[in-house]
């Protein structure tokens, strides 16, 4: 059973925030701590969303989420963690490699953190692409660096100068990955190689932002951490922060509709039926429920509703959780691995699109923090981007994906279908259940080029005192993203009120945090 309140304690708060994902909590406990009164509403059971931890079996399992970054020393998460005192409440703990690759010939390709070391690994196992992964691995570098230095909101006020500061990145706004890494790396099982973590973002190379992948990639470069646990702990850690400072939280009672008055965002009626008012109302849910059920789309300016009926939502996933006593680590792999299914990974559109397992990685969180199965055991998660609608009902076809599924994850794990202690699986219509987005979309929008980095849907809505949070909005898809989406959020909204950032600024400087403008 959920430990939250079903119902608020109050009428009316100076701020409600619509779902409880990372972008939601920072939000929350950011705005919490600059003084306004907060209410935090989640329609499931538990708090998290995708970063919500579950057991089964004697197994602890993070269904989605489990690496994250910019967690070391001066990161975004410690210094959001310490502002709002509760960094005693979770443990970030670094991961020594960022991932591997279990090649299709076989062979394990090893990448450590540090952005030397990962040209390193690719030069080693491909010698003769080594100088084409050094202008490429350079150039996601660059676009890391240009997207941080940049403004987080482009208008006509400064879109100008921008693209003058930034060219290289203005340049590959429109480009695919498989079209930058073609550039860069001939040999088509060195680009391979180096295309591996596409399902990061959810769309196979010829169809997946540059810039979203790069961006990524460099945050990984820089550290990957692991919330030892499950990533409920640093979840709950945010929510604690947040009713340190008098927020309050209800679960199983999520928005049904945001009010509005003349163009203007008044608050919410909860599912109970329950109105709360608010003269700011943040939404971190699915951005198509949020303005064409909670709004309506009869509120909304008809270019803006063109707009969001263009949109495409990222596909969602098949994930299965496995319990195995085997010795996972003397097999030396990374606590993530990518299993691409070809060389070619362009084969993985046409297999999502007919229910067949594509861009599977798996997750091995024991390795990291032995204490979330039973001693001598490991939890592995098995994932797959998979489409919500293959044509034939999913529940009916999960038995067969599953085996698939399995069978792939073999190439890395040998003789895991012997040695299954607990099995469970969730499917695309699980995780739209769970998460409330549409057709389970793990990554808000499609990443494609039109959609991700700044052409994705701005913090500031048509409505005025609604605002937007996660990985519908700036900057994107992740943990990572999201959790500083919330930041943002916090700090438009402050300034919107007068009040000050929602960090010190000593603090935003060291998480190397992009100005609002």
Known sequence: MSDWSQEPRADSYDAVVIGSGFGGVSAAALLARAGLSVLLCERAENVGGYGHTIERGGYIFDPAVRVTHAAGPGGLYPAVLEHIGTSDRCRLVPVPRIYDVGLPDGRLL????????????????????????????????????????????????????????????????????????????????????????????GAVPSQVGFIAVAQVLMNAVEGSY??????????????????????DVVTRNGAKRILVVDGKATGVVLESGHEVRAPLVVSNADARQTFLELVGADLLPANFLRRLERMTPSHSAFVAFVGTDLDLGALDIAHEVFIPTEWDHE??????????????????????????????????????????????????????????LLERAERVIPDLRNNIKFL???????????????????????????????RRLPHVTPIEGLLLSG?????GSGSTRSFASGVHTAGIALRMLGAGPPLPPAAASAANLPALD
């Not at 699986?425 to 990443?447: H, S, V």
């Not at 990985?471 to 900057?475: C, D, E, I, N």
């Open 110 to 201: 090893r990448v450590p953190a540090g952005f030397q070391e990962l040209i390193d690994a690719y030069s080693g196992m491909f010698p003769e692409s080594a100088e084409g992964f050094e202008s490429f691995f350079r150039m996601c570098l660059l676009m890391h660096e240009q997207g941080h230095a940049m403004p987080m909101m482009l208008g006509l006020h400064n879109l100008d100068e921008a693209a003058a500061t930034y060219p290289e990145y203005f340049a590959h706004q429109r480009r695919t990955l498989d079209e930058v890494a073609r550039e860069h790396i001939p040999d088509d099982q060195a680009r391979s190689a180096a295309c591996a973590l596409w399902p990061y973002q």
């Open 226 to 247: 692991y919330s030892m646990g499950g990533f409920q702990t640093l979840i709950d850690a945010v929510i604690a922060g947040l009713e340190a400072y008098g927020g």
């Open 347 to 404: 084969v993985d559109a046409a297999n999502i699109a007919e229910g067949r397992p594509a861009g599977t990685w798996i997750g091995v969180t024991t390795l990291v923090d032995p204490s979330l199965a039973p001693e001598g055991e490991h939890a592995i998660t098995v994932s797959a981007i998979a489409a919500y609608d293959i044509d034939r009902p999913w529940e009916a076809h999960r038995q067969t994906y599953c085996e698939l």
């Open 424 to 454: 469970e699986t969730a499917t695309p219509e699980t995780l739209e259940r769970f998460t409330g987005n549409t057709g389970g979309a793990i990554y808000g929008w499609e990443q494609s080029p039109l959609q991700s980095g700044t």
């Open 471 to 475: 990985h519908w909005t700036l900057p």
